[in-house]
C-alpha cells in the first residue's frame, strides 16, 4: 500500500476533529498555496525561515 500524502494526514486530522466540510476545504488550500509557494517542497525539508516567509504576509497583510 502506498504511503499517504501529508494533505490526506491534514484532511484525517480535521474530519477526526469533527470539522465542517468548509473548513477542510480552506485549510487544505492553504496547505496547497504553501508548498506551491515553495516549489511543492514537502514541509519538512523547509527551514524555519522558509515557513516564516509564506506566513508572516498572510497574518500581516490578509490577516491570517
Do not use: F, N
Not at 477526526?16 to 525539508?45: I, N
Amino acid at each position: 500500500m502506498p504511503e499517504q500524502k501529508l494533505v490526506d494526514h491534514i484532511r484525517d486530522a480535521i474530519r477526526r476533529h469533527g470539522y465542517s466540510s468548509c473548513t477542510e476545504k480552506a485549510y487544505v488550500a492553504w496547505y496547497e498555496r504553501y508548498v506551491r509557494s515553495h516549489q511543492r517542497r514537502h514541509p519538512s525539508t523547509m527551514s524555519a525561515a522558509e515557513v516564516e516567509q509564506c506566513r508572516t504576509p498572510l497574518a500581516a497583510e490578509k490577516q491570517i
